[in-house]
């Protein structure tokens, strides 16, 4: 899983805001998908994405969208930042191909809503 | 949807016990079954799993089992040791290109 990078490490915004989180995925990897996790809890799903096209969506507000580059990295983005959306922010990438199932994690991105 | 219920919360045992989680998944659908491990401000990391085809699977210290018939699975752990002091995550999903909805977690400390 040494291959899945996210940018940036941590980030401090206000209510209000929006951001906008990196994901680069293991090379040769295809396939991104974004989670939430709040302290204490498991991930919760929120996109993914495969071949630069949603193939899923979790249940969050339109607030939250991402897309995914040509390159196969990805962007999530929030609007109207609320103190709710304070978390750990992970993406995960795989292969998809072959048939593999594994989803390796990102070392995440926390985000601090103030 | 799919819903993944965990236990315990919380687990301690002595080093060179061993540790059991159980996880049970509602979606008869579902035929790929994780585990991760989370140490403390680190990423959820991939340590077994295990699909629908077979019920029972081993990696050295640790084995996962699966009843789908009963819709639970198991993460063992034998001989802990201080490092394996950590969260454990289950997962399922519906495998290939498709999400893992995770359990709660379990906080497992080993005492040495």
């Known amino acids: 899983d040494a291959g899945v990078t996210q940018s940036p490490t941590h980030l401090i915004k206000t209510r209000g805001q929006q951001v906008t989180l990196r994901c680069s995925p293991i090379?040769?990897?295809?396939?991104v998908s974004w989670y939430q996790q709040v302290l204490g809890q498991g991930p919760q799903f929120i996109f993914q994405?495969?071949?630069?096209?949603?193939?899923g969506r979790g249940n969050f507000p339109d607030r939250f969208s991402a897309r995914q580059f040509p390159n196969y990295s990805s962007e999530l983005n929030v609007n109207a930042l609320l103190l709710g959306d304070s978390a750990l922010y992970l993406c995960?990438?795989?292969?998809?191909?072959?048939?593999?199932?594994?989803?390796?994690f990102g070392p995440g991105t926390r985000l601090t809503v103030t | 949807g799919e819903n993944v219920e965990q236990h315990p919360s919380t687990l301690s045992v002595q080093e060179g016990d061993s540790a059991v989680i159980k996880c049970t998944y509602s979606?008869?659908?579902?035929?790929?079954f994780p585990w991760y491990k989370q140490e403390l401000g680190k990423r959820p990391q991939l340590i077994i799993d295990?699909?629908?085809?077979?019920g029972e699977k081993k990696d050295q210290r640790i084995a996962v089992t699966l009843n789908k018939t009963a819709k639970h699975f198991s993460l063992h752990i034998t001989e802990t040791q201080p490092e394996d002091s950590a969260v454990y995550f289950c997962?399922?999903?519906?495998?290939?290109?498709?999400?893992?909805?995770f359990g709660k977690g379990t906080r497992l400390s080993v005492i040495a």
């Open positions: 995960a990438s795989s292969y998809v191909p072959d048939g593999s199932y594994e989803q390796y």
């Open positions: 090379s040769g990897h295809k396939s």
């Open positions: 994405y495969y071949e630069k096209e949603e193939r």
């Open positions: 979606d008869s659908a579902s035929n790929y």
């Open positions: 295990i699909r629908s085809n077979v």
């Open positions: 997962a399922a999903s519906r495998g290939g290109n498709t999400p893992l909805v």
